[in-house]
């Protein structure tokens, strides 16, 4: 009797990428399913991500991008997770770094060696071992030299990381909206503190100018921790629902098109805070389900794949110039959001959502209780 050969692992992959595109088109507007059970996704928070990333994309190819779009970022990530934590219950600290680990990890890693290639077509200097081996380890946040080297823009993963290590400490003592606020203020004011110790620091590291000085101050997760802390007090806010979601959502509307208008573009990130709390606003109106209009399948779909987007679009724009044929305002347009968002959703397939589902599956494990004769009897039954 002849015994039909199983699929070769790479035919496997690219099976499981198709499998996955319909259900991810599903899965903007639907429930999921965790562990068997249905999860309710919020589409207004995957907005948020589509949001942040069209607006890093827009200020990286210099056109008039929106204040602060990687602090919108974090303002997501702290509501989602404070969302996470809820419905996980008391899962532990540890199947969350699990979840987490899986989550972030796998892109990143895959992201180093597409940027040492691409450094060396374009003759750039490349990341030498010690940039890459702490990109690797994630603690390329410690030396000015180390940040963004390996990786373009990863300070801003370094702080989700290091925001993450944090987040079971402080989500279990930020129990309501009066401890959210002191969350707040107790994280700007250690910011405060550090920023000029921060500053020194990276004069001590060699770092001569002034302006890296401080731009190693402003990359730094203390700095960043009150946009997390304000997407924190966001989630309780909606645990609540005590202010008029509309008004408040237009209030942040009107006051980011005014941090715009007022700031020049190279001075954008200045009011940062203000334009998070803005942010803050608007996701608030979209958590009680007012400014709709602003929640869209393209939008999702795009803040679905943002997290691979974020490192594509700086391969995208720094390659664009080899394309034959393409230039100026077309290339800036069209092709490069284009190519970005191609991309980013075949590694979404195919690197992210299966890393996501075997971190899910290994803190599914840790938390199944040990094999008793009750449980046996149960398995029998």
């Given at each position: 009797m002849a015994v039909k050969s199983a699929a070769k692992p790479p035919v496997a992959w690219i099976r499981g990428i198709f499998r996955d595109l319909p259900a991810m088109c599903v899965s903007l507007h639907g429930p999921q399913t965790r562990g068997g059970k249905s999860v309710k996704r919020f589409d207004w928070i995957d907005a948020l991500r589509g949001y942040a990333i069209i607006g890093v994309v827009i200020t990286h190819?210099?056109?008039?991008?929106?204040p602060a779009p990687v602090q919108l970022f974090f303002l997501a990530s702290g509501i989602a997770l404070m969302y996470s934590y809820e419905s996980?219950?008391?899962?532990g600290a540890n199947q969350f770094y699990v979840r987490r680990f899986f989550r972030i990890a796998p892109m990143f890693w895959a992201s180093i060696p597409i940027f040492y290639v691409t450094d060396l077509i374009r003759a750039e200097p490349t990341a030498d071992i010690a940039q890459i081996v702490s990109a690797v380890t994630f603690t390329h946040w410690l030396k000015p030299q180390w940040n963004n080297s390996a990786v373009p823009g990863s300070w801003s993963i370094a702080c989700e990381v290091l925001f993450y290590l944090f987040f079971p400490f402080v989500a279990a003592r930020v129990a309501n909206i009066r401890q959210g606020i002191g969350l707040v203020v107790a994280s700007v004011a250690l910011a405060a503190c550090l920023w000029p110790i921060l500053v020194l620091y990276a004069d001590w590291m060699g770092v001569a100018d002034i302006r890296r000085q401080h731009s190693f101050a402003f990359y730094s997760f203390s700095t960043q921790a009150p946009c997390?802390?304000?997407?924190?007090?966001?989630?309780?806010?909606?645990?609540?629902?005590?202010?008029?979601g509309l008004t408040v959502?237009?209030?942040g509307a009107v006051a980011i098109v005014a941090l715009w208008w007022l700031f020049p573009?190279?001075?954008?990130?200045?009011?940062?805070?203000?334009?998070?709390?803005?942010y803050g606003a608007i996701a608030y109106a979209l958590g009680n389900g007012k400014l709709g209009i602003l929640v869209t399948r393209p939008i999702c779909w795009i803040g679905l794949v943002s997290y691979s987007a974020y490192f594509w679009h700086f391969v995208v724009i720094n390659l664009s110039g080899y394309l034959p044929g393409v230039g100026g305002i077309e290339r800036t347009v069209l092709v490069i959001p284009a190519v970005t968002l191609a991309l980013s959703t075949l590694t979404y397939l195919a690197v992210e959502r299966p890393m996501m589902r075997v971190g899910a599956r290994l803190a599914s494990a840790t938390t199944r209780p040990p094999p008793g004769p009750s449980n046996q009897m149960k398995v029998a039954g």
């Open positions: 190819l210099g056109l008039l991008g929106p996980h219950g008391s899962s997390f802390a304000i997407g924190i007090v966001v989630f309780r806010l909606l645990d609540k629902k005590r202010p008029n959502g237009l209030f573009p190279e001075h954008r990130d200045r009011p940062f805070l203000v334009s998070t709390a803005a």
